[in-house]
């Protein structure tokens, strides 16, 4: 059965290595017409890139790479560790709760992260998601797959939309992990930033019409840097950092500019006598969206823009307090808040651009004179 065409206008993402759901998944949308996808085993496509997985493997040194599993079954497992380790990776951790996966990518950097959805889809959502917006230390970048036995369409659009790497379903052979090995290290995706999404691109045209163009960022491939010996994991962690500094960036814009959309669909709401039934809902988005954006800019440099969301979260709480009879003076105000944050943060932008190159050439300097400077200090 071949689904819907609702999705289809959604993205392509991840890479697919079961054709089971590459068709369906096309039909729908989610798989671009460029988009690397496994061929079946045993076809021509899979030993050519058999050939290829075993250059790679020969050719690069897996020795440093640090790889975290989050809650595989034990048949996974046993493939995983064993590609991996076939692959001359020795630095294999595996946890199986929330907490302890969060100990681990708080508390050092890793270069992959493979979780299984079988064990809780929404955790490992959850995992790539708050890892791909900088709440895990210095992982942002790292390559992730997603592993699942059940891919009907509406669960990889999840899993797609968490930011992963790729997407592999179960069960596979060893073969299917390494090729996903060798593909996020010969050609990982430019990363899109939109206000609720960070991670690989999703989709093979530039934009949908009447939509304007999230930024698309190269960031460090710490997979590539690793096996390759392009970079130190110091020098790793500096490239990671100041990727991020744009990456926030680009966020904080975009969801500047979905704040204003959101303030002026509110207003529509509150148009209406009594309010439509979505005005306390676009209110609630606003009131959280705004308190995300409060957290994104903390030590950044965009005080101001700090401040003027303070204010929005002020008048959410005032319309809150009344929603079928709302203060006009709150409703009055509501866009020219959301229009300063975003001029706010377009003059600040080019202050903290600045002050960044400052830093940084200082840094560069002073590293220079003492060789031996620890590295926290930048």
Same mark, same amino acid.
């Given at each position: 059965m071949r689904p819907d065409l609702e999705t289809r206008? +959604? #993205?392509s993402g991840p890479h697919f290595c079961q054709a089971d759901i590459t068709e369906s998944l096309r039909v729908r949308g989610k798989l671009g017409s460029s988009f690397p996808v496994c061929a079946p085993s045993g076809s021509p496509a899979t030993r050519r890139s058999s050939t290829h997985t075993r250059m790679v493997a020969m050719s690069h040194d897996f020795q440093s790479v640090r790889a975290l599993l989050r809650a595989p079954d034990s048949q996974s497992h046993k493939i995983v560790t064993g590609t991996l380790m076939n692959h001359g990776c020795r630095q294999i951790v595996s946890a199986e709760y929330g907490g302890e996966i969060d100990h681990y990518l708080r508390s050092d950097m890793i270069d992959l992260l493979i979780c299984d959805a079988d064990q809780g889809l929404v955790e490992a959502c959850d995992t790539v %998601?708050?890892?791909? =917006?900088?709440d895990a230390g210095d992982n942002t970048f790292a390559c992730s797959i997603i592993l699942t036995s059940r891919p009907e369409p509406d669960a990889v659009i999840r899993l797609i939309d968490s930011g992963t790497d790729a997407i592999l379903v179960k069960p596979f052979q060893p073969q299917a992990l390494a090729n996903q090995i060798a593909t996020m290290i010969r050609s990982r995706k430019p990363f899109v930033i939109t206000s609720d999404y960070v991670g690989p691109e999703r989709r093979d045209d530039a934009m949908r019409p009447g939509v304007d163009a999230a930024p698309r960022v190269l960031v460090p491939n710490p997979l590539r840097e690793i096996v390759t010996a392009t970079s130190s994991r110091d020098q790793l962690r500096v490239k990671v950092r100041a990727a991020w500094d744009v990456v926030n960036e680009h966020r904080i814009e975009r969801q500047t500019l979905h704040l204003g959309w959101l303030v002026e669909r509110i207003r529509t709401a509150f148009e209406r006598r009594p309010p439509a039934a979505d005005a306390a809902v676009l209110l609630g988005q606003l /009131? =959280?969206?705004t308190s995300e954006l409060r957290l994104r800019v903390a030590g950044t440099g965009f005080d101001h823009v700090a401040h003027l969301a303070t204010t929005m979260m002020e008048i959410c709480g005032g319309l809150g307090q009344n929603i =079928? #009879? @709302?203060?006009? %003076?709150? /409703?009055?105000? /509501? @866009? +020219?808040v959301a229009d300063a944050m975003a001029k706010s943060f377009t003059r600040e932008r080019e202050a903290v651009r600045a002050s960044r190159q400052i830093s940084e050439t200082l840094t560069r300097r002073i590293r220079a004179e003492v060789p031996n400077l620890p590295r926290s200090f930048h």
């Open positions: 206008k +959604k #993205a %998601r708050q890892m791909r =917006n900088r /009131l =959280n969206n =079928n #009879a @709302p203060d006009e %003076r709150w /409703l009055a105000v /509501l @866009p +020219k």
